[in-house]
């Protein structure tokens, strides 16, 4: 399905002046060579800020682009090639390492991992494989394998991006659900997190 709008400064004219229950932005530089990015946050793609969140702590750099509308968040979704936030920018362009989690749809709990950072893709599959999760390759699409794709465009021009399916992200919740709200989350999640973590500080 396109997108509704077809970059940041289209999707601020139309939901900018409904910002409190449209959209939330959170950009912290930790000034981290690592910076982890949700851009697909919220109620767009439920549990990728969570897990954003639990994996960049108070070391890397952190983004999220929340979609906050109780229905039809999908229409915040900005695809990654064209995503151009400025602050989202600024952190991606100054870091060695990115990492972009994602939502993708599935009954069955797989990680796809995509991105153009080949020895990171390695690590990070290693990492969830040996802790018991599902991997995958992912379709033609959500890949990650354009350059324009905001996890491609840091300092090494190559990123990781994770698709997690719905079935994944349900699990990092103690009632397995991705409703709102996401208060509760299990250790699932914080062993999912420690995988990843453990592959960037490899």
């Known amino acids: 399905m396109a997108d509704t709008y077809r970059n940041f400064d ?3 004219k139309h939901e900018g002046r409904f910002f409190q229950n449209s959209y939330k932005i959170v950009a912290k530089d930790r000034k981290s060579k690592i910076t982890c990015i949700a851009i697909h946050g919220g109620n767009i793609e439920p549990g990728t800020s969570e897990l954003a969140e639990e994996l960049a702590r108070n070391e890397f750099n952190l983004y999220k682009f929340e979609g906050l509308k109780e229905k039809n968040n999908s229409v915040l979704h900005i695809t990654s090639s064209n995503f151009d936030e400025p602050k989202a920018d600024k952190l991606v362009k100054n870091a060695q390492k990115v990492i972009s989690i994602h939502g993708a749809k599935g009954d069955e709990p797989i990680t796809y ?3 153009l950072d080949e020895k990171l893709n390695k690590k990070v599959k ?8 599902k991997v995958g390759v992912p379709r033609a699409g959500i890949d990650g394998k354009t350059t324009n794709n905001i996890v491609n465009r840091g300092l090494t021009k190559a990123g990781c991006q994770l698709e997690i399916t719905r079935a994944q992200r349900a699990l990092f919740f ?5 409703k709102s709200p996401r208060t509760k989350r299990s250790e699932i999640l914080y ?12």
């Open 10 to 12: 289209d999707l601020r």
């Open 113 to 115: 991992i995509g991105g």
């Open 126 to 133: 290693n990492e969830l494989e040996k802790a018991g999760f």
């Open 174 to 178: 103690a009632n397995k659900s991705l």
């Open 191 to 202: 062993k999912y997190a420690e995988c990843l973590r453990n592959a960037l500080n490899d």
